[in-house]
Nanobody, 121 residues
Framework: QVQLVESGGGLVQPGGSLRLSCAASGVIFSINTMGWYRQAPGKQRELVATITNGGSTNYADSVKGRFTISRDNAKNTVYLQMNSLKPEDTAVYYC???????????????WGQGTQVTVSS
C-alpha cells in the first residue's frame, strides 16, 4: 500500500506564493514519477507538473515560469513551489505517484486526498 499526504494549501492573494508538499509512504518502487494535478469546480482534473525520480520535469503551459516542481528521493517527498498565483489557479491540488509494473507493464497510480488552494483578494 502507498499513502500520499499533502500539505501547504490555503488562501493567498493574487501575485502571492504557496508551497505544497506531498510525502509518500509504504511500498514505493525507486523508479517512479511524482506529480501534481488540480481540479477546479466544474472542470476535469488536469496535470500541473510531474517529475521523475531522475529529475526530469514536465509542466502545463499555464504554469510554466511560475511553478517549480522538485523532489527529495531520500524522503519520498515532492514539492510544488507556486509563485505569481492567479485566481484561475484556484483548485484542489492532488499529489500523484505513478510507477510501471506487472506483466505486461502497466501504470499504477496513487493519489493524495487533495489540498485546497484559493487565490483571491
Amino acid at each position: 500500500q502507498v499513502q500520499l499526504v499533502e500539505s501547504g494549501g490555503g488562501l493567498v492573494q493574487p501575485g502571492g506564493s504557496l508551497r505544497l508538499s506531498c510525502a509518500a509512504s509504504g511500498v514505493i518502487f525507486s523508479i517512479n514519477t511524482m506529480g501534481w494535478y488540480r481540479q477546479a469546480p466544474g472542470k476535469q482534473r488536469e496535470l500541473v507538473a510531474t517529475i521523475t525520480n531522475g529529475g526530469s520535469t514536465n509542466y502545463a503551459d499555464s504554469v510554466k515560469g511560475r511553478f517549480t516542481i522538485s523532489r527529495d528521493n531520500a524522503k519520498n517527498t515532492v514539492y510544488l513551489q507556486m509563485n505569481s498565483l492567479k485566481p484561475e489557479d484556484t483548485a484542489v491540488y492532488y499529489c500523484n505517484l505513478r510507477f510501471m509494473g506487472g506483466l505486461p507493464k502497466r501504470p499504477y497510480d496513487y493519489w493524495g486526498q487533495g489540498t485546497q488552494v484559493t487565490v483571491s483578494s
